[in-house]
């Protein structure tokens, strides 16, 4: 029997990593169906897997008996409850790798440093050292806010297709936080153009009057992330920018890269 190219390609995987390839195929399908928006069909699983469908059903049997999958009464398959304490955790562990890289951040640039992710139509601020200023900002971890109104909502979403960024917009709405705050999906996708061609992200008093936040993606990352450097507007001007904008860059890197590496060290 033919055997199809995804199969092949994991079977090699498998084999040069030493790992079990049931469970590779596993964590596959469920990161499948996260990108997928958290419930799909079987046939929609073969058709982007590459799988066999009798693999898939065997698979989400498993899965659906651990509780990480359950069954829709429309018969499509759903990401279970048991996935959000993994996530939970995995969020705060995220937030411990960030730290170190963030506090290096603040000592270079003096302002307080964020990181961010995206879930779902949301963005999470995961870990913040804050700055050593008497005047500073401060975001609580765990916050949520819409993206449009923040630097990392625009670093998060400048390397989303237009039409995906629309239909998050649709679905979120773009409500005022101050009269600064783009309110239009044209006009955020066209300050998502501005984030592209610049090469980072800039909230200028849209989230908070008085304040200004400078933010890049981190790549590679393994969800969708990005850091930030926030402070008063009177400090984060037009000449910090061009200090700071770098240092951004240069630790998003190095986050991405310990965030990639197997074994490195949450405090390296």
């Not at 964590?27 to 046939?43: K, P, Q």
């Not at 870990?127 to 765990?142: C, D, I, L, N, Y």
Request: charged fraction near 20%.
């Amino acid at each position: 029997m033919p055997t199809s190219s995804a199969s092949t390609t994991g079977s090699a995987r498998s084999a040069a990593s030493g790992g079990v390839q049931s469970l590779e195929r596993a964590f596959d399908l469920l990161e499948r169906m996260a990108d997928a928006g958290g419930e799909v069909g079987l046939s929609e699983l073969a058709a982007s897997s590459g799988l066999p469908l009798p693999t898939i059903h065997r698979l989400m049997r498993t899965l659906v008996a651990c509780g990480s999958v359950r069954q829709q009464p429309n018969r499509r398959y759903a990401l279970g409850p048991r996935l959000i304490r993994l996530g939970e955790s995995a969020s705060r562990l995220l937030g411990a790798w960030a730290r170190p890289h963030l506090a290096r951040l603040v000592e270079e640039t003096g302002e307080t440093a964020n990181m961010a992710l995206l879930d779902g139509d949301e963005v999470v601020y995961v870990a913040q050292v804050p700055s050593k200023h008497s005047v500073r900002m401060f975001t609580e971890v765990g916050r949520r806010v819409l993206p449009h109104s923040t630097g990392v909502g625009k670093a998060l979403l400048a390397g989303f297709p237009p039409e995906e960024v629309r239909a998050l917009l649709g679905r979120t709405g773009m409500p005022a936080a101050t009269d600064r705050t783009i309110t239009t999906p044209g006009g955020f996708l066209a300050a998502l153009e501005e984030v592209r061609r610049l090469g980072y992200a800039m909230d200028d008093n849209e989230q908070e009057i008085g304040v200004r936040c400078l933010a890049v993606p981190v790549p590679d990352s393994p969800t969708a992330a990005a850091i930030s450097v926030s402070g008063p507007a009177g400090r984060v001007t037009e000449e910090a920018t061009e200090r700071i904008v770098p240092a951004l860059r240069q630790v998003a890197a190095e986050l991405s890269e310990a965030l990639t590496t197997p074994g490195a060290s949450p405090t390296a």
